[in-house]
């Protein structure tokens, strides 16, 4: 994302709390931190926060949600992914992670659904 979208999503996250109003100080930090979110990702995470937060979130919070859905839609991309391109002779990263007992902690830091995948290798 760039900075005028980071701007536009900052304009959403404002028009969505709008009795929290967000002071100018702080815009250029958050237009910072949205930067390395994808905008689609970052307008879903407005939303999500839109609709089960009853105060702006911070923007902690906002970037662990554009995190999030982003792993989510990746996730859901390598789901669609044809049998071919996943397990024609490759090792899938269930068996990976089997192989891999070191990186256990490392990915449950990625998000609940990799915390998951790691349980079911141990």
């Known amino acids: 994302m760039n900075k005028p979208q980071a701007k536009a999503v900052i304009g959403m996250l404002s028009a969505a709390f709008p ?5 100018d100080s702080s815009l250029e930090m958050w237009s910072a931190a949205l930067l ?14 839109a609709l089960t937060m009853d105060r702006m ?34 090792m899938t990263f269930g068996e990976w992670l089997k192989t891999r007992p070191d990186m256990h902690d490392r990915v449950k830091r990625l998000g609940p659904v990799f915390a998951k995948l790691v349980q079911g290798a141990q």
């Open 36 to 49: 390395e979110c994808d905008m689609t990702d970052a307008k879903n995470a407005v939303e999500l926060a």
């Open 19 to 23: 009795r929290e109003p967000m002071p």
């Open 57 to 90: 979130p911070s923007l902690h919070q906002l970037v662990e949600f554009c995190e999030d859905i982003r792993r989510q839609r990746i996730q859901d991309e390598a789901k669609a992914l044809p049998e071919e391109h996943t397990s024609f002779g490759f």
